[in-house]
């Protein structure tokens, strides 16, 4: 069994997080929270994916 990157755990629950917070600030109407959580939820999932690529090239993955 592998050992469980708590790192990648983080943002994954983070982004998970973000994501949801785009259905609250639809279901309230609310445009400005729209935008907010759509760039947090870009931001989080992208910097993950950045993180792993570099990680692989290191071969620390």
Do not use: Y
């Amino acid at each position: 069994m592998k050992n469980i990157n708590f790192l990648f755990l983080c943002l994954a629950i983070i982004g998970v997080i973000s994501l949801g917070s785009i259905g609250v600030a639809i279901a309230e109407g609310s445009f400005f929270g729209i935008i907010i959580s759509c760039l947090a939820s870009i931001t989080i999932i992208g910097f993950g994916f950045m993180l792993k690529k570099k990680m692989r090239q290191a071969n620390k993955l």
